[in-house]
């Protein structure tokens, strides 16, 4: 999909554009209500995302992030600003002088794509049950207590799982690195 | 910059990267990340985790029309990327503070609520409780011995500060649980700036600190 999006970024092919949109905006609307948010808003945010996927593909970088991780970091603010409508600090690309001037040089995202697989493998080997809190951890934005109650796991268990779910998917990150 | 000594949890920048933290908290991490190339990696390989989860979730069809919308709505007529406030020579400027700034640092209205303690409360308040406020320290000023009833973090924007953690210089990110107590003193020439993101007011620990709280609105 990365090269989908290069390509609606660099001339605004619709065609492109339509097949990034029948990966993705189900795959956002299915996001959304995995995380809680009832269908009728869930449909309007992945409308929203895909309007602003199609809007600020100029700033895609695929040297930095897969298109799936860029509109997943879409996705993620318009969620916020859906609850909070207010204004996120731009650290998620959407500043312009944060856009690629230059074509992605093609080794820069051969380490990137590496790096995702990496992030992949590191995700798989975690432990069904630091899996599962992890997986709850990004679909909600609710409090921790929340996610506790669904998995009728004490608060403390499910910290504990994610603390020790990120510290083994750094590390894991770490000794491949 | 790899002088930066103190960092945020793991756990608070996979909350950051995952768009759990409050509004206050997005921006203290922000600031810290756009100073701190390692942290800035680590919620990049958040967001790809991010990605993944997006990725694997189950697809669910949007209504008929629903492409057709969008390409409407996102019409090149309207397809302008929103130019951004022009960056300054200050580098804070190039902060994501700064869209919470008038200004510059330098141009911060600063109340004094104490002696050799000033503070200027930003907005940034997001649908769950949290302060976003700036922290002026002259030097060899110490704050009263104080916890936190809920989460703090603190980043310095200027200046160094130490405490029973360690010394705290500019880049340097304090991640604070609740109950976690400490006695911050400026150190050096110039006031220690620090930006901080509290989701409850202190508790402070001494019988001066109680007395002073109700009029330095801390």
Known sequence: MDEQLTRVAQTGDKRAFAEIYAYFAPRVKGFLMRGGTIEAEAEDLAQDVMVKVLRKAELFDPTKASAATWIFTIARNARIDAVRRAARPPLDGEDPALAPEEAPRADVLCELKERDQRIREALENLPLEQYDVMRLHFYHDEPHSAIADRLGLPLGTVKSRLRLAFEKFRKELGDHL | ?218
């Not at chain 2, 756990?11 to 409050?22: K, S």
């Not at chain 2, 200046?159 to 340097?172: C, L, S």
Request: proline share 7%; aromatic share 4%; glycine share 8%.
């Open chain 2, 1 to 218: 910059m790899s002088n930066i000594r103190h960092h945020p949890k793991t756990e608070t920048l996979a909350a950051f990267a995952a768009g759990r933290l409050d509004e206050a908290r997005a921006v203290v991490i922000a600031t810290h990340a756009a100073i701190c190339t390692e942290c800035a990696q680590a919620i990049e390989e958040f967001e790809t985790v991010g990605g993944a989860f997006l990725e694997d979730a189950e697809p669910v069809a949007l209504r008929d029309d629903a492409l057709e919308n969008v390409l409407r709505r996102a019409d090149p007529g309207v397809n302008v990327v929103t130019p951004q406030k022009p960056a300054g020579d200050l580098p804070e400027t190039r902060l994501p503070l700064s869209a919470y700034l008038e200004g510059s640092i330098d141009d911060v209205a600063w109340r004094a609520v104490a002696p050799g303690l000033s503070q200027s409360v930003l907005k940034a308040e997001g649908y769950r409780p949290g302060v976003l406020r700036l922290l002026k320290i002259a030097p060899g000023v110490r704050m009263p011995r104080h916890s936190h009833k809920g989460e703090e973090l603190t980043v310095i924007l200027r200046g160094a500060y130490k405490d029973e953690i360690g010394d705290f210089a500019v880049g340097d990110l304090a991640d604070l649980d609740a109950g976690d107590t400490h006695t911050p003193e400026a150190i050096g020439d110039e006031p220690c700036i620090c930006l901080i993101a509290a989701a409850a007011p202190l508790r402070f620990k001494t019988v001066l600190g109680r007395i002073v709280q109700p009029f330095i609105g801390l």
